[in-house]
């Protein structure tokens, strides 16, 4: 019987973050394979699993063990925090398993965007924009080029990964990519440790984000031009017509 690797998004932080879905796959599973971050926010749902762990950037490493036991016939699960679709493990599974006898399963989850967007409020309504300013795998020259057209065409734009230690500028220069588009009065959102101990939201100006420090914990929402404040929260109208 030919095996299945299941890439799985756990969420925010696992537990109730994940969909039922997800959890009655991780369930299922004998290993399951991640980040040790991400590991360690499922590991007490799930304690009888085996486990294999690595830091940040050996993400073929993960895949490449993650597909050696399965075809070994071991139950094998690799998660991602959020989607693992977005921003994910899911599509460096497919391209490492594409000449393996495995099949490949996605089980989808929920992303930062989303679960961020709950938490300010109603940001994405109409048409937005995901984009992440890390440049370990794209350079900055096409970041820079998607935030400016974003802004140019008046997207509610997401930012992923908007700062680390060796990238601490990296959210004023999008804001200042975007403040050539966009009024320095635009609204704008923050969440930090989504769903997770310690989460931090707050709503505020283009202007004032240029000078807010973030992490990559830090979930960034820019509004467009029509992004309001409505009951304390950031809510983007749909455009129905109420009045």
Known sequence: MKQILYVVGIGAEGGGTMTKQAQQTLSRCQLIVGYHVYVALIQKDFPDKMYFTSPMTQEKERVAYAIEQCQRGIATAIISSGDSGVYGMASLVYELAENTDI????????????????VLGAP????????????LLT???????RLRLAAEGDFVICIYNPSSKKRKEYLKKACDIVLKYQSPKTVCGIVKNIGRQGQISKILTLEQLKDTQADMFTTVFIGNRQTKIRKGKMVTPRGYVYE
């Open 103 to 118: 099949s490949v399963e996605v089980i989808s989850g929920v992303t930062a965007c989303l679960s961020g967007g709950a």
């Open 124 to 135: 994405l309504s109409h048409d937005f924009a995901v984009i992440s300013l890390s440049d």
């Open 139 to 145: 350079p900055w020259e096409v970041i820079e080029k």
